[in-house]
């Protein structure tokens, strides 16, 4: 299976879940996977940066892509390789896509500044990877430090006919996803898919903006599920009544230091993930912090009975 340049729908950012000892859990692993792929999501993406890709060995990344493929049968594989060094990226693309990944993402080096800077990055990484590997751009200058305007994007997407699909995490990005889109009309830009992140914030407009889907985290990708398809359908009141009922929740996840905790202890209360563990270094709820979410969680209830736990 290879990504291509149509994918669309929501693909969940995969955290790793772990142990109280720092171990990889592995049956939450498999556990997490099959949610996925029994909800209704049309593909995964793992090693990301709330998967605390960092962290890992290895062969411990090497698992976690055995276990998407193995439990999301059928359903496409995003591996996040970016590195330091490009040895490494080549390495884990190379062998992910051996183990039935479908593509990989790349994120730009934080050091990265001229526009030449980083679509030669680019150039270099498909010359790394192979380009018969299919690879995500990711755009998260927030977090990366790096700008990358839709001018930038396209000369990358029409520099390299192996890229398929952006990954935008631009803050605020409607008018980037509206820029790319009108790029992809006049004919400057083939058409590649767009999936957006920033945990879901934004993506009742960003639907209505031309994204084709989401690739981010939350602790009920049900709803991304649901929005979407919403949006696809035209029930644009539908979708904004549900995504507004999970602002509240959807808000307090998108907390710097403390998100991906917030995320795991929700997903653990869900029974998806046997432990809250983060791979040390790494945030921890209090038991305040807890209380405010169980009592956000009790309030959403009221409108989606998903969150009644």
């Not at 692993?29 to 209704?40: M, V």
């Not at 890992?56 to 193995?70: N, T």
């Not at 390789?81 to 730009?108: C, D, H, N, T, Y």
């Not at 200058?141 to 631009?170: F, G, N, Q, Y």
């Amino acid at each position: 299976m290879r990504l291509t340049p149509d994918a669309a729908g929501v693909f969940p950012i995969a955290p790793t879940p772990f142990n109280p000892d720092g171990t990889v859990d592995q049956a939450s692993t498999d556990r997490l996977f099959a949610f996925y792929d029994g909800i209704g999501a049309d593909g995964t993406t793992v090693l990301g940066i709330m998967g605390e890709a960092p962290k890992l060995e290895p062969e411990e990344s090497l698992a976690i892509v055995r276990s998407a493929v193995r439990n999301m049968p059928g359903k496409p594989v995003i591996v996040g390789v970016s590195a330091p060094g490009f040895a490494a990226m080549r390495s884990l693309a190379r062998q992910s896509i051996e183990l039935g990944a479908a593509a990989v993402m790349i994120a730009p080096q934080p050091s990265l500044r001229t526009d030449d800077q980083i679509t030669g990055y680019y150039a270099q990484a498909v010359e790394a990877i192979g380009d018969d590997i299919p690879f995500v751009i990711q755009d998260y200058p927030l977090t990366l430090s790096v700008v990358m305007t839709p001018a930038v994007i396209a000369r990358i997407v029409m520099a390299s006919p192996s890229c398929v699909m952006l990954k935008h995490e631009d803050w605020p990005g409607l008018e980037k996803i509206s820029a790319l889109r009108k790029f992809q009309a006049d004919g400057s830009m083939r058409p590649i898919s767009i999936l957006t992140g920033n945990g879901g914030l934004f993506l009742d407009f960003e639907m209505e903006r031309g994204a084709d889907g989401a690739m981010t985290g939350y602790a009920f990708p049900e709803m991304l599920i649901d929005v979407v398809r919403l949006q696809k359908a035209g029930k644009r009141d539908e979708a904004h009544d549900l995504f507004d009922a999970h602002l509240p929740l959807l808000r307090y996840e998108q907390q710097p230091g403390v998100g991906l905790a917030v995320r795991k202890y929700t997903m653990m209360r869900r029974g998806i993930l046997g432990h809250e563990a983060q791979r040390k270094p790494g945030a921890a709820l209090g038991a305040t912090a807890k209380a405010e979410v169980d009592y956000l969680l009790a309030r959403l209830a009221r409108r989606d009975p998903r969150a009644a736990l």
